[in-house]
C-alpha cells in the first residue's frame, strides 16, 4: 500500500470515528433526557433509518454530499447514532405480548424512515433516483 492511499485511508478512519462519537454521544443524551424507554430506542432507530436513506438515495440522484460528507455522517453519525443491540437487549426484557408489537413497530418505523428519505430525495431532485446496478456494492 502507497503512502498516500494510507493518508486517505486514515483520513476515512479519523472522519468516521469523529462521526461514531457523535451520533452515540447524541444517543446517550437522547435516552438519559427521556429515561431510556422502549419509545426512545424505536425513534433513534427511525430517525437514523431516515438519515441513511437521505444519504443513500442523494448518491443516486443528485450525489450532492461528498464522500467525506457520507464518511462523517453515514458510516459514523447515523451507525452509531441506532442501535441494534439496545433493540434485541429491548425485546429480550420485555413482555412477550409488548415484545411482538415493539419489534413490528420498530421494523415499520425503520422501513418507513428509509421509504419517507426517498420520497424527500425524490421530491427534491425531480425524481432522478437511479436504481441500483451489479457494479455498486
Known amino acids: 500500500m502507497r503512502r498516500r492511499q494510507l493518508v486517505r485511508h486514515g483520513k476515512a478512519v479519523v472522519l468516521i470515528a469523529i462521526g461514531g462519537a457523535l451520533g452515540a454521544t447524541l444517543r446517550h443524551a437522547v435516552g438519559a433526557a427521556a ?6 430506542t424505536l425513534t433513534v432507530n427511525a430517525v ?3 438519515g441513511l436513506g ?4 442523494d448518491a443516486r440522484a443528485d450525489d450532492v454530499l461528498s464522500k467525506r460528507s457520507r464518511y462523517v455522517l453515514g458510516t459514523g453519525f447515523f451507525a452509531s447514532f441506532t442501535t441494534y443491540s439496545t433493540f434485541v437487549a429491548d425485546v ?9 408489537l415493539y419489534v413490528v ?7 418507513g ?3 419517507a428519505s426517498r420520497t424527500v430525495v425524490s421530491a427534491a431532485s425531480g ?6 446496478t451489479s457494479g455498486d456494492g
Open 127 to 132: 425524481g432522478g433516483i437511479r436504481p441500483p
Open 35 to 40: 429515561g431510556g424507554a422502549l419509545f426512545v
Open 48 to 50: 437514523g433509518s431516515f
Open 54 to 57: 437521505l444519504l443513500l438515495f
Open 113 to 115: 424512515g428509509v421509504i
Open 92 to 100: 429480550l426484557q420485555t413482555a412477550p405480548g409488548l415484545a411482538v
Open 105 to 111: 413497530a420498530s421494523y415499520a418505523a425503520g422501513f
